[in-house]
């Protein structure tokens, strides 16, 4: 016996998850959100807390190929593997590096283009509706180069534009300018002049979750076990108790996978795993906006707490232990830059979810009516997690969607 019905059981209270719970809510649905955590925990707790309108262009895109020999040796910060997980998951890195391909660019950059576009509008309307608007700077992201790479810079520009997406040339001087406090040493700078960011991501979706229930919503923690189908319904198995709903979301991030198994959904879902560390920030030498540094392979952002320095990509599984390698090769190159003090707490690590194409799955699962899936947003997850709910809210009502799903269609791999 279920211990309550309802229209629409969302499974995972991270970005992607409130987000779903609440649109499908604003469409008059009732509405469970479920996670073991509070929400916004996990990996939505842990970004570089970027709404990155610039981010069409996929990690595997055609460049990745001549970046390919600096990560062979594996001792890059911006990227590293563990062979024997490389070996064990042979099939999703050529298929990963296979849409890398210049002829798979163009759709998946317009795919992204329109899931950015969309969430960035419903973010900026969020924010500020759940009391959360000083939270957001309207600061864009300054993306920098060590090296001479004026040619680098000035091809991200380029294709920026092509998406209608504006962004700043900036040389030594002018990146003084923006960041008056930083070590002059970046010779180039591109800033991504649309982009926001928020100075607390964790806290940003806790105020969507709260929304959520202000508007009639039920937020409930607990251990998510199984879905199973019941009729035309679904029973959700929870470590205590039961709910039975027409409609599940499966919203769980990076574990998205292992609760479709049962089903016979085999989702080629890999894990860009990444660190943070924060430190004490000096109020005499302060950080206006994040900063990718990309020659060292790491963000600079400035946090409610204090500096988040993020390191880049780890492939392994995702629940190996923690490796603090790339963390240790960037925090003496990011105190090289910005001037902060002591770590605030410990190094935090999530994992990004992945598909081969870099794109989310949002839409509905091949074989199971009312089964709805919304996962895989990669490093852009935070940026894209409200277009994707409200998708997926839409396609549950019937509705049109804001902006072209086919590319994000989960049968293409399941
Ligand atoms: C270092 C780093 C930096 C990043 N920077 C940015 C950035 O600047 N901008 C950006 O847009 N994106 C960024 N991302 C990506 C972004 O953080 C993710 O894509 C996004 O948070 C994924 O959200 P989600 O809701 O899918 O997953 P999650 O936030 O992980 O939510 C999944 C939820 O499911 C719950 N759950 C799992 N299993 C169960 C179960 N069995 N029972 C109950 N609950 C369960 C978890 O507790 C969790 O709360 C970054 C990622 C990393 C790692």
């Keep these: 016996m279920s211990e309550r019905n309802a229209d629409v059981v969302v499974l995972g209270a991270g970005i992607v998850g409130v987000s779903t719970a609440y649109a499908a809510r604003q469409r008059g649905m009732s509405v469970v959100l479920i996670d073991r955590r509070e929400p916004g925990s996990e990996t939505s707790y842990g970004n570089a807390g970027i709404i990155s ?16 020999p600096k990560y062979l040796g594996n001792r890059h910060a911006a990227l590293r593997w563990n062979p024997l997980w490389a070996v064990r998951n042979a099939g999703w890195v050529a298929r990963f590096l296979a849409n890398s391909a210049t002829s798979r660019f163009e759709p998946r950059a317009t795919a992204l ?20 608007g000083h939270r957001l700077r309207e600061t864009g992201w300054l993306r920098a180069w060590r090296s001479d790479a004026v040619a680098s810079a000035k091809q991200e520009q380029a294709m920026l534009a092509d998406y209608g997406i504006a962004s700043e040339l900036l040389d030594r001087q002018a990146i003084s300018a923006l960041e008056p406090d930083i070590v002059p040493v970046y010779k180039v700078g591109l800033l991504h002049t649309e982009t ?44 205590s108790g039961e709910i039975s709903a027409r409609h599940v ?10 609760i479709l198994r049962p089903l016979g959904y085999r989702v080629p879902l890999a894990f860009e795993r990444g660190y943070h560390r924060e430190f004490k920030p000096n109020p005499a030498r302060s950080l206006r906006r994040p900063v990718y540094d990309i020659d060292g392979g790491f963000i600079m952002t400035p946090m409610e707490q ?5 390191s880049g990509v780890e492939l392994t599984d995702r629940d190996a232990p923690s ?7 960037v925090v003496p190159l990011a105190r090289g830059v910005a001037e902060f003090g002591d770590a605030v707490g410990e190094a935090w690590r999530g994992s990004r979810p992945t598909l081969p194409d870099s794109l989310p799955m949002i839409g509905p699962a091949p074989r199971h009516a009312g089964l709805w899936l919304a996962f895989g947003n990669q490093h852009i997850g935070f940026t894209t997690g409200p277009a994707t709910g409200a998708a997926i809210a839409a396609m549950i009502s019937g509705a049109p969607s804001s902006y072209d799903v086919a590319p994000f269609a989960p049968g293409r791999y399941i």
């Design 53 to 68: 309108s610039g981010s069409v262009s996929p990690l595997n895109n055609p460049s990745l190929w001549k970046s390919l």
């Design 113 to 132: 283009h329109g899931l950015i576009g969309a969430s960035a509008r419903l973010h900026r309307e969020w924010i500020v509706k759940a009391g959360v």
């Design 196 to 239: 926001a960011s928020v100075d607390s991501p964790g806290a940003v979706v806790k105020a969507y979750a709260r929304m959520l229930e202000g508007a009639g919503g039920e937020v409930r923690r607990a251990e998510i076990k199984a879905i199973t189908p019941d009729g035309n319904r679904w029973r959700v198995v929870l470590a």
């Design 249 to 258: 979301v499966v919203a769980l991030g990076p574990w998205s996978a292992d």
């Design 306 to 310: 204090g500096i988040r320095v993020t």
């Design 323 to 329: 490796s603090f390698a790339q963390l240790d090769q």
